[in-house]
């Protein structure tokens, strides 16, 4: 922890005495450029597996102790890179790419005469983004981004494992193939040592839709266990998400 914070604070020098000599020699007039990174609560609309699982709570009515409860709701980070950053007369301007990862899990256990069964899904959400964002100061240290923009490269993964009496564990693994969508939100952007340190968040709106999912041998996922169908509509839409993020600034 002594060693951390040592490394924090000499961070925290560096970027203040880079600051002080910017507003002394006009650093950081073309721009700033930098990284950041965050936490990310994603809400969307899986439709396919959610049937799925009412299924599967059906037909396990009589032995299920914990029922497997619906999806719809991703935790996961951010992090990306500001191409660009400028401050322009009453505007700002950001060009920026990032990667986020999702994650939400739920599992069941049903009471059988052998024993425990416990069955776990986990769905991952793997999204690459571009994007850009155009917003105005509210007063010195608070901006407020008008608009905050970016189309996504959306990826899923979903994962179900049955752990059965005597340590015998069935894991099937399924992907979807990547499917475009966008995000279009709004945002404030809180300068902590002017642009060098900013806190920043989102409130936005995603689109993410995820037809079928497959496992490596080619086979697909169906409907429901009662059901040989494919599940055409595993994600039908996404919804709203939030991002809290740190930046740090490097002057052009």
Not at 44 to 68: A, C, H, M, V, W
Not at 130 to 157: C, E, M
Request: charged fraction near 20%; hydrophobic fraction near 40%.
């Amino acid at each position: 922890m002594t060693r951390l914070a040592l490394k924090l604070t000499i961070i925290f020098v560096v970027l203040l005495q880079t600051y002080i000599y910017s507003q002394t020699f006009g650093f950081g007039c073309l721009g700033f450029t930098g990284g950041y990174a965050g936490y990310s609560h994603q809400k969307y609309q899986p439709d396919g597996l959610n049937e799925y699982i009412k299924i599967f709570n059906l037909n396990r009515k009589d032995s299920l102790t914990e029922n497997l409860d619906s999806f719809g709701s991703a935790n996961g980070f951010r992090v990306g890179l500001n191409f660009f950053r400028k401050k322009f007369s009453g505007v700002f301007v950001t060009a920026k790419g990032f990667y986020q990862f999702l994650d939400e899990k739920h599992q069941a256990i049903e009471k059988l005469s052998s024993g425990n069964v416990t069955t776990s899904y986990d769905v991952k959400l793997i999204n690459w983004g571009l994007g850009f964002d155009l917003g105005t100061p509210i007063v010195s240290f608070l901006n407020w981004k008008i608009i905050d923009a970016a189309l996504l490269y959306n990826q899923a993964r979903f994962s179900s494992s049955q752990n059965f009496p005597g340590a015998l564990t069935i894991v099937k693994n399924y992907e979807s193939d990547s499917k475009f969508g966008y995000s279009v939100g709004t945002g404030i952007v809180i300068e902590i040592l002017g642009e060098y340190i900013t806190l920043e968040g989102l409130a936005a709106y995603s689109k993410l839709t995820i037809d079928e999912m497959k496992m490596d041998d080619g086979s697909k996922l169906v409907k429901n266990e009662n059901s040989a169908e494919v599940m055409k509509n595993f994600i039908a839409d996404g919804g709203f998400n939030a991002v809290v993020q740190l930046n740090i600034g490097i002057p052009l």
